[in-house]
Every structure is written in structure tokens, then in C-alpha cells.
């Protein structure tokens, strides 16, 4: 015989509204003045994406060169005091209005 008492199913939905403080993928944020993009968020980081700026020079023969250098990511805090410069306020809604058929 089954000595272990039969425990009934547990199912319930949980409806958390995401926190409005944390980096969300494809947020855009101001740091130190220049614009990244958040490519990946998980508990303890977000990895940022940023560009570099080009470099320019002149080699010794008076030629400009120029490099585009590759974007730099890096990882901070997800709950960081970064400037969030692409996300939204959500919409409140107003009072809905009954249809009268």
C-alpha cells in the first residue's frame, strides 16, 4: 500500500507587474553622456552595448585614416540609477463606457 498521503493539484496564477526601477532588453540608457542598449538582463546584471567613436589620424605620409572600432558591452547593475530614455509611461485608463445595443 501507498504510505504517502495524495496531495491535491496546486495551480494558481501570479500576475506581478514588472518593477518600473529595473533595465528591461532594449531599453536605451545615457551613460556618462553617451547612449547604450541594454542587450541582456538577468537577477544580478544587465550587459550593455556602446558604441565607441571612430578614430581618426594622420599616418606619416599625411594620409587621414580612419577606424570605426568595435562597441564595447559591459555589465551593471539592473537596478542601476541609469537614465532610461526610451521607455514609456503606461496608459491610465479613464472610466470605460457602457454600449447600449
Not at 585614416?65 to 509611461?89: D, G, H, M, W
Request: glycine share 4%.
Amino acid at each position: 500500500m501507498n504510505s504517502i498521503p495524495v496531495q491535491g493539484e496546486l495551480f494558481a496564477l501570479c500576475w506581478e507587474r514588472p518593477d518600473p526601477l529595473r533595465l528591461r532588453v532594449n531599453d536605451v540608457v545615457r551613460i556618462d553622456g553617451r547612449l547604450g542598449l541594454v542587450i541582456r538582463v538577468n537577477d544580478c546584471a544587465a550587459v550593455v552595448l556602446m558604441h565607441r567613436p571612430a578614430r581618426e589620424f594622420t599616418t606619416r605620409f599625411d594620409k587621414p585614416v580612419r577606424f570605426k572600432q568595435s562597441p564595447i558591452t559591459f555589465r551593471i547593475s539592473t537596478y542601476s540609477a541609469t537614465e532610461i530614455l526610451n521607455r514609456s509611461l503606461p496608459k491610465k485608463r479613464g472610466p470605460t463606457a457602457r454600449r447600449t445595443a
